[in-house]
């Protein structure tokens, strides 16, 4: 069993100096974050790819060959997968298959083989979308977006809800729902991000150092910050009579909601 590597990742303390990003990479990162497993069997081509893709505000994880590729899926569920054909142990078209066996995560095809592509466009096996190597990585970075808005659907993008926590991605505005009351939710811009980034996994567990990594990027804040961060938020909440929401999670950080 191999150790799944996801990028960007950083152990504690203070975060290395980065590169200032643009409006939209912040935006980027605060509102989508999704996870791109790269499965590619050439490392080259799977550098290339993976730093479009984070440069771009995804996350990505590697895998080289079909059985590791399907190791990563299902422990690590990525949003999107860019599948090569030619693999060695098992081919893209099988990965493809067992893929959607088990579920519809959202699938790119890549190769350079005339019968793949002739294969992949005569038939409905299932994939959202091929590309044709040597590609454009830009060009393959808009397909991934487009295939994720396509797949996730034009509301499911825009606005989240979990139990009485609503979350608008478009307008940076957050809304509590009890007893009949929508009440907006006043949040400073660092608060609105850990909370959008947490609620599209409310249950999972985020380390501090990924909180920070994908909230505060362009900020030299320890992790600490997001303690006060999450300590403002959930006082926030509370004074909306929503209790239990942020808690710690030993050893770790914390998630959005304990699973109820
Ligand atoms: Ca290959």
Known sequence: MQIAEISPVRDSGRPAAKPAKTIEQLQ????????VLIVEDEPAIAQIL???????????????D??????????LKPDLVLLDVRLPKLDGFDVLARLR?????PVIMVTAIADDIDRLSGLRLG??????????PQEVVARVKAVLRRTRGEHANVIKRFGTI???FTSYTA???????????????SEFRILAYMIRHPTQAFARADILDACLPESDALVRTVDTHISNLRRKLEELGQNGFFPAVRGIGYRFSDPR
């Not at 079909?66 to 422990?75: D, M, R, T």
């Not at 066996?101 to 995560?105: A, E, I, L, V």
Request: aromatic letters at 8%; a negative charge; glycine letters at 10%.
């Open 28 to 35: 980027g990162i605060g509102v989508d974050n999704s996870l």
């Open 50 to 64: 993976e730093a479009y893709l984070l440069r771009d505000g995804f996350r990505t994880v590697r895998a080289g």
């Open 66 to 75: 079909g059985e590791i590729a399907l190791q990563h899926h299902a422990h």
């Open 101 to 105: 066996q088990t579920g519809s995560t």
């Open 127 to 136: 994939a959202d979308d091929y590309v044709v190597k040597p590609f454009n």
């Open 166 to 168: 609503e979350v608008d």
């Open 175 to 189: 809304f509590v729902t009890s007893d009949e009351r929508r009440t907006h939710l006043s949040l400073t811009l």
